[in-house]
């Protein structure tokens, strides 16, 4: 007991001056926020530029097409893969069809780094009375985060996805890499 | 907006008023400054760790489950980012020195010139901690947490914290002999 209180009161001595406030940069807050709104802003709108060349139109078309048709033909198994990029040409909008397959859920949704993690801008659809749910979207070349939320509250990890993570915020995610040679969400 | 709740500037950043977030922004950036600043040792490093973990909170509001909380949901963003920052540092330079000139002029330095230095030497030998220690020690003795407390930022345990709590007061005791007199 004694050495417990010793180290106590020791603690408290090396404690003390580190208890001395800190000030931040007075510009702390306009970087953050500058941050932020960057952020807020939908994808389209931040400082990037994208182009579509028309061949990279043609191929996007003719990719999503041929998504579709497997999408209609696959089944569940194959409804259920890990989400497929439609275009990866570089430089180009990418898109990415997403599919989940909840046959008792009464609603999903898609959030993701890419939509501001909102739980309700990206609703997935119900596909074909299967129990799928599916939503295409156009997001940027990169490395992205993603859950589905079912039922408007539960955050579910794509289980189709090759890595799925649990942040901080203790929610699992799924990643997802679009653009360059890569053909499948990892 | 000062007299907002946080529960209700979430509502309004989530409704798309950054405004509401500068708000929270200022209700706890100092709160926040001095802990990213004893675990990095650094006031650049820990401004640039807090601008991160405010623009994960900004980003990841969506999924803050209880709003109320949102002090607590934000300090285990913090905690988080220090962490992560810390280890890849560790990792990336080994870079600390071993200064015993320090120690040794502050044993036999006297005041007022001793305040400074006696900082610098705790600084220093909290920063040769291991990170979970240095967190551990930060969160209990200069922050003031409950170990119930803890265990929500950090994720960790109770009894893991005490023990990390103990080995870091064992160590810096060792590294602090005959600069704070216990």
Known sequence: ?186 | MDGLSDAELVAATRAGNTQAFAQLVRRYRDRHARFASRMLGDRDDAEDVLQSAFLRAYRGLARCEDSTRFGAWLHAIVVNECRTFATRRGVRERRLVRDPMVIDGVASAGAPAADSALRRAIERALEELPVDQREAFVLKHVEELEYEEMAEVTGAGVSALKMRVKRACERLRERLQGVVDD
């Open chain 1, 1 to 186: 007991m004694t050495d417990w209180m010793n180290t106590e009161e020791f603690a408290a001595r090396v404690a003390t001056p580190l208890k001395a406030p800190v000030t931040l940069d007075a510009g702390f807050e306009a970087r953050v926020m500058r941050a932020v709104e960057e952020a807020s802003r939908p994808w389209w709108q931040r400082s990037r530029t994208f182009t579509l060349s028309p061949i990279g139109g043609l191929a996007l078309a003719a990719g999503f097409a041929g998504l579709m048709v497997l999408g209609a033909l696959g089944g569940a198994r194959m409804l259920g893969d890990a989400p497929v990029v439609a275009a990866a040409a570089p430089d180009t909008v990418h898109v990415v069809r997403f599919i989940f397959v909840e046959p008792t859920a009464r609603s999903v949704a898609l959030a993701g780094d890419f939509n501001g993690w909102s739980r309700t801008a990206t609703p997935l659809s119900p596909a074909d009375g299967s129990g799928a749910w599916t939503v295409t979207v156009p997001i940027t070349a990169g490395r992205h985060e993603y859950s589905f939320i079912v039922d408007g509250e539960r955050w579910v990890a794509d289980p189709y996805a090759l890595a799925s993570l649990v942040d901080e915020f203790g929610i699992a995610s799924s990643v997802l890499l679009v653009g360059g040679d890569e053909r499948r969400g990892t």
